[in-house]
Each structure stands twice: as C-alpha cells, then as structure tokens.
C-alpha cells in the first residue's frame, strides 16, 4: 500500500550511531504504530500514537524514542544503536474504526542491521 | 496482561490438503481478533477479522471463547497460501485498537 511510506529501506549503521527511522501517510489516519519483527518473535509493539499529542510506550520501548510531528509522520529514534536492535521494523497507521473493525496498515517495513 | 500465543512456527502442508493454524489467546475482556498475513514481497495485511464471520480466499477463522482460540482453517490448501500468519488481539479501554500479534507461523504448502 502506497499510502504507507517508510525510510531508509534499509540501513547498516555501528553500535552507538543514532539512526532515525521515518514513516509518513497519506491515508488521513490519526493512529501510528511501530514494531520489530525478529524471528521467532513475532511483531512486537515499540510505541504508539493515537494522536499527534498522545505517545505511548508498547511493550518493547526501552531504547526507543519517537517523535510525531504531525498527523502524517511519526519517526522512530535510536539513541545509540547496539547489535540487538538488528531487526526489520514496520510502521502502521489506522483509524478508530467500528467495534471489531480496526485495521492496521502497513508499510514497506526498514531492515536495520547494528554491526 | 494480554498474549496472544501461536505454537507453530513453521507448518508445512501439500497443496490440496486442509490447513490449521492455530492461535490461543488470553485476554480478561471481551476479545477483538484478527488474522493477519504476508506474502512473500508484500506488505503486512489483514485477512480477517472474527466479528465479520467472513471467509477470505477460502480461510474462516471461528472463536472459541471456552478455548480461547481463533485457529484459522482452509479445507484445500492452495501453494499460493504460503506466507507468514499472524493473529493478533485488540486491546480495549483506553487503548482500544492496539493489536498483540503472535509469534507467527510460516505455511509452506508444497505442490
């Protein structure tokens, strides 16, 4: 889905860089989401925004930060980089929705390798 | 806390025969589930959700509130099913709409 943007695609940085990872869209929705997929693990929650004034931790924030800068865009920070944070990392929007019915969409996902 | 739990990582089947992924839950309220997929080079995308009671390319998934379950089935499995599965759990109150995936299940269906 287009609407969904993410950058880099892919990113090889060394431990203890910064790295931003950014995500934009176009779908008009006010709900944000970030995740890691690592084998094994599934698609953990690292921080969420339900508005651009609302942030919120997920399960998996230590080491994490974000900035939501506008409805559109939400960028997921790095502070300084290590080896275990070599993931693939997706950025989803959605709307409220009806009861049973919020979606999530994705985006193309960012492979971040920490050497 | 709420998890949800899929015990298959990698499920393999030949193409024709019927397929179960399974997914276990355990949420305190009333539960919103869902089933994601992803393809190969594609995105993250829902395939269905249980309060439609819908099939999708063949797929149903039925909740069983006394098991906590929502395993996904299809009787004649297709090679172009193989992809990545994940279930995932709604959150309610304050933070309704944030999902809880599982761990995944890759579906190899063979020809």
């Known amino acids: 889905d287009a609407d969904v943007t993410q950058t880099p695609r892919n990113r090889i940085t060394k431990t203890g860089k910064r790295i931003m990872l950014e995500c934009s869209q176009t779908k008009g929705h006010d709900r944000m989401y970030w995740y890691r997929q690592d084998p094994g693990l599934g698609l953990r929650l690292i921080y969420y925004s339900f508005d651009v004034k609302d942030i919120n931790k997920g399960e998996i924030s230590d080491g994490y930060s974000v900035s939501r800068q506008a409805q559109a865009k939400f960028s997921l920070s790095l502070e300084s980089a290590i080896p275990n944070q070599t993931a693939l990392y997706f950025c989803a929007t959605s709307d409220l929705g009806g009861l049973g019915y919020n979606e999530q969409f994705f985006g193309p996902g960012t492979r971040l390798t920490v050497l | 806390a709420q998890r949800v739990t899929q015990p298959e990582k990698l499920l393999s089947v030949f193409k024709g025969a019927p397929v179960e992924l399974k997914c276990n839950y355990s949420?305190?309220?009333?539960?919103?589930l869902f089933w994601y997929v992803q393809y190969s080079r594609q995105r993250l995308q829902l395939l269905l959700r249980h309060i439609s009671r819908e099939s999708i390319k063949g797929f149903t998934a039925d909740l069983n509130k006394g098991e906590t379950s929502f395993h996904l089935k299809k009787p004649f499995a297709q090679e172009e099913d193989s992809a990545m599965y994940y279930c995932a759990l709604s959150s309610g109150g304050t933070s309704y709409g944030k999902l809880t995936f599982g761990q995944g299940t890759i579906l190899t269906v063979h020809p």
């Open positions: 949420y305190s309220g009333s539960p919103e």
